[in-house]
């Protein structure tokens, strides 16, 4: 198969999941050796990305501060 077939066959990402994946803002967060095991542990088990539980947990402070 030639390279260009293999590329076209290739699934194209929708504007709408290329606009969300540019809208995001890289962060560094250091973590406590056995809250990053945690974290791992329940990504590999349940198979949702550690981003997004922190994204989550991120989202639950910020509500808990918001008008503080």
Same mark, same amino acid.
């Given at each position: 198969m030639?390279?260009?077939?293999?590329? !076209?066959?290739?699934r194209?990402? !929708?504007?709408a999941?290329?606009?969300?994946?540019?809208?995001?803002? +890289?962060?560094q967060a250091?973590l406590? +050796?056995?809250? /990053?095991?945690?974290?791992?542990?329940? !990504?590999?088990?349940?198979?949702?990305? /550690?981003?997004?539980?922190?994204?989550?947990?991120?989202d639950?402070?910020?509500?808990?501060?918001?008008?503080?």
């Amino acid at each position: 198969m030639a390279y260009g077939k293999v590329e !076209s066959m290739k699934r194209k990402k !929708s504007a709408a999941q290329t606009t969300l994946r540019l809208v995001k803002v +890289p962060v560094q967060a250091y973590l406590e +050796p056995a809250q /990053a095991a945690e974290l791992r542990a329940l !990504s590999e088990r349940t198979r949702v990305p /550690a981003q997004a539980y922190i994204r989550e947990g991120l989202d639950v402070v910020l509500a808990k501060y918001r008008g503080k």
